[in-house]
């Protein structure tokens, strides 16, 4: 029976190293021997560069690089090496090879040379057509980016390049992308719109005239809400507060109607209440309930995110009243563990202490059967109950 007992062990013992080996195998020593491996397989290294923090880093880790045919691919051709690039060697490499969000995908030769890059949390699909351009020097962005300082302008090349570039959030990105849209009479397809959307920066640019132009078409395709902000942002960026700040928000005004005339209301008094909470902190909270009042939301998530601002930052009883009410209006809309933690601190900071208690309470159980961090809540209910 004993031995029987050893042998089932012995069994159990190879399976769990079989599933073990499934998904990418990560190296474990540091980036001079990383190097030193990859120049002795004649591999190209593949960096998951990833901070902690980093929510689709996460998502990669465990639903993308677990994946059997991933790690298959990927062990086979590449070495492969996951750094924190917020710590030890990982600051160094997130300077020398221009990390600015993530997660971003390295592809990196022996020689310590940046081959291709992508940013982004990708599918299991798209991961491993990533790699396979890795592979193939015609696609390589930093192949592109040599045949294209050399001369090379064929449409169809800084077509490619340019989606390579704008997928890496590349310096050059822009540069590359209307390179290319100058050589296209036709900005109709998928590919064109979206180096369109990503070229358009300025309101008086052709790209952002196309885009106002098919704004229903570029809705389609991003959605209202991307290119209302899109539109914010482009606007934002024409205003000056060198004449004043009223002078400066008639003039926004004035931009939105031109931009929105069917409707430019809600989104110019939306814009008004979020350039005062950067820039006129004591201006945002009448504006953010002129906003609220005049164009009801029915967006849990914008409920939830301006009542928080006002538990943050305002101290006046009637305005956290209204904040109130907003926060109970995203709960009625949609229970979540971040609106009843809103709700809780809320009702905490005007004194309610059963109603805070009730809040927090619930929050602490929607986080529970989500999976979330709820130290916070848990410290919040604390202070409650000391009221």
Same mark, same amino acid.
């Given at each position: 029976?004993?031995?029987?007992?050893?042998?089932?062990?012995?069994?159990?013992?190879?399976?769990?190293?079989?599933?073990?080996?499934?998904?990418?195998?990560?190296?474990?020593?540091?980036?001079?021997?990383?190097?030193?491996?990859?120049?002795?397989?004649?591999?190209?290294i593949?960096?998951?560069?990833?901070?902690?923090?980093?929510?689709?880093?996460k998502m990669?880790?465990?639903?993308?690089?677990?994946?059997?045919?991933?790690?298959?691919?990927?062990?086979?051709?590449?070495?492969?090496?996951?750094?924190?690039?917020?710590?030890?060697?990982?600051?160094?490499?997130a300077?020398?090879?221009?990390?600015?969000?993530?997660?971003?995908?390295?592809?990196?030769?022996?020689?310590?040379?940046?081959?291709?890059?992508?940013?982004?949390?990708?599918?299991?699909?798209?991961?491993?057509?990533?790699?396979?351009?890795?592979?193939?020097?015609?696609?390589?962005?930093a192949?592109?980016?040599?045949?294209?300082?050399?001369?090379?302008r064929?449409?169809e090349?800084?077509?490619?390049?340019?989606?390579?570039?704008?997928?890496?959030?590349?310096?050059?990105?822009?540069?590359?992308?209307?390179?290319?849209?100058?050589?296209?009479k036709?900005?109709?397809?998928?590919?064109?719109?979206?180096l369109?959307f990503?070229?358009?920066?300025?309101?008086?640019?052709?790209?952002?005239?196309e885009?106002?132009?098919?704004?229903?078409?570029?809705?389609?395709? =991003?959605?209202?809400?991307?290119?209302?902000?899109?539109?914010?942002?482009?606007?934002?960026?024409?205003?000056?507060?060198e004449?004043?700040?009223?002078?400066?928000?008639?003039?926004?005004?004035a931009?939105?109607?031109?931009? =929105?005339?069917?409707n430019?209301?809600p989104?110019?008094?939306?814009?008004?209440?979020?350039?005062?909470?950067?820039n006129?902190?004591?201006?945002?909270?009448?504006?953010?309930?002129?906003?609220?009042r005049?164009?009801?939301?029915?967006?849990?998530?914008?409920?939830?995110?301006?009542?928080w601002t006002f538990?943050?930052?305002?101290?006046?009883?009637k305005?956290?009243?209204e904040?109130?009410?907003?926060?109970?209006?995203?709960?009625?809309?949609?229970?979540t563990?971040?609106?009843?933690d809103?709700?809780?601190?809320?009702?905490?900071?005007?004194?309610?202490?059963?109603?805070?208690?009730a809040?927090?309470?619930?929050?602490?159980?929607l986080?529970?059967?989500?999976?979330?961090?709820?130290?916070?809540?848990?410290?919040?209910?604390?202070?409650?109950?000391?009221?």
């Amino acid at each position: 029976m004993k031995k029987l007992s050893i042998a089932l062990a012995l069994i159990a013992a190879v399976a769990t190293a079989g599933l073990a080996q499934e998904g990418i195998q990560f190296e474990e020593g540091n980036w001079k021997k990383i190097l030193a491996k990859a120049a002795d397989q004649d591999r190209l290294i593949f960096v998951d560069a990833y901070a902690e923090w980093c929510g689709p880093c996460k998502m990669m880790a465990r639903d993308v690089f677990t994946q059997a045919e991933v790690g298959e691919y990927y062990n086979s051709n590449f070495v492969n090496a996951k750094i924190d690039m917020e710590k030890g060697e990982g600051t160094g490499l997130a300077r020398k090879y221009q990390v600015r969000a993530y997660p971003t995908l390295l592809f990196i030769d022996a020689n310590g040379q940046l081959v291709h890059r992508a940013v982004g949390y990708q599918d299991a699909e798209a991961f491993l057509q990533l790699g396979r351009e890795a592979q193939d020097p015609s696609k390589q962005i930093a192949a592109m980016e040599r045949k294209f300082e050399a001369g090379e302008r064929d449409p169809e090349f800084l077509r490619n390049y340019a989606i390579a570039a704008a997928d890496a959030m590349a310096a050059n990105a822009n540069e590359i992308a209307t390179t290319y849209l100058s050589t296209q009479k036709d900005w109709t397809g998928e590919a064109e719109m979206q180096l369109i959307f990503q070229a358009a920066t300025q309101m008086d640019d052709p790209y952002f005239k196309e885009i106002l132009k098919r704004r229903e078409a570029y809705e389609a395709l =991003f959605s209202e809400r991307y290119i209302t902000n899109k539109i914010q942002r482009a606007i934002l960026q024409t205003l000056s507060a060198e004449d004043g700040e009223e002078k400066m928000m008639a003039d926004a005004e004035a931009k939105f109607k031109a931009a =929105f005339p069917e409707n430019p209301g809600p989104i110019f008094a939306n814009f008004k209440m979020n350039y005062y909470s950067i820039n006129n902190p004591d201006a945002f909270p009448q504006a953010a309930v002129d906003y609220l009042r005049d164009y009801p939301s029915e967006d849990a998530n914008e409920l939830n995110s301006i009542a928080w601002t006002f538990y943050e930052s305002v101290d006046d009883k009637k305005m956290l009243k209204e904040a109130v009410k907003w926060a109970e209006r995203s709960v009625e809309i949609e229970s979540t563990f971040y609106n009843n933690d809103t709700l809780a601190a809320l009702y905490y900071k005007l004194g309610n202490k059963k109603a805070a208690k009730a809040a927090a309470k619930k929050a602490i159980e929607l986080a529970k059967a989500s999976g979330e961090d709820y130290t916070e809540t848990k410290e919040l209910l604390e202070k409650i109950e000391r009221l």
